[in-house]
């Protein structure tokens, strides 16, 4: 993935996003819905996280660049999340 590009549905966040998502938030997640400043993405586990705003949405954009997980151990990216397409049904 070009490093940069703007968010977009379907793309995965890995693990605690260096914290973009709260201190509290250690999952990783993909993008399912994205606006002019927001995101929202869910998790393995039916988890909604929202991040708004420029300053979060460059980090989120370097977060995703920069880290990763196996993608053989990635609940994300291994199983079907979401109820809706394209979050979900394949």
């Known amino acids: 993935m ?12 890995h693990g605690f996003a260096q914290g973009a998502f709260g ?13 002019p400043d927001w995101i929202v993405a869910r998790s393995a586990n039916d988890v909604l996280s ?8 460059k980090h989120l954009i370097m977060v995703r660049d920069e ?8 609940p994300v990216e291994k199983n079907v999340t979401g109820l809706t397409v394209p ?3 394949r």
Do not use: T
């Open 2 to 13: 070009a490093q940069g590009k703007p968010l977009a549905v379907g793309d995965v966040i």
């Open 67 to 74: 880290d990763s997980c196996d993608q053989d151990e990635c």
């Open 50 to 57: 929202f991040a708004s705003g420029v300053r979060d949405l």
């Open 23 to 35: 201190r509290d938030h250690y999952d990783c997640v993909k993008i399912e819905a994205a606006g």
């Open 87 to 89: 979050g979900g049904y």
